[in-house]
């Protein structure tokens, strides 16, 4: 199983979990994983508010399940807004990243 301790809390620099890896879970994990965290991966404010403390884990896991419309914005600001006035490099890449990912259907 993927370990759902926060950077933060883990004490681990950025990097050691990197946002880059957001491709190593399948939806279905990443959602599993985001239940078992006590969030709803549908749910943007929760979404944002991973985003707002900077918790890079969680924001890869929204990523990963889909559930989010990444590029909606939620009380005037989009994710990557968000990302940029908090300061956190990792997750505004992640997010432009993941904007940039033209999608099938």
Known sequence: PIS?????????????LG????????ALDARKELTAMGLQYFDAGQFFSAIRRKDQLAVALFLASGGVAV???VDGKTALSVAME????????????????PTLG
Not at 19 to 26: D, E, T
Request: aromatic content about 2%.
């Open 19 to 26: 946002l880059s890896a957001v491709g190593q879970w399948s």
């Open 71 to 73: 590029n909606e914005p």
């Open 86 to 101: 908090v300061g956190q490099p990792a997750i505004v890449l992640a997010l432009q990243s993941v904007s940039r990912t």
């Open 4 to 16: 759902v301790t926060p950077v933060a809390q883990a004490g681990l620099p950025p990097v050691a």
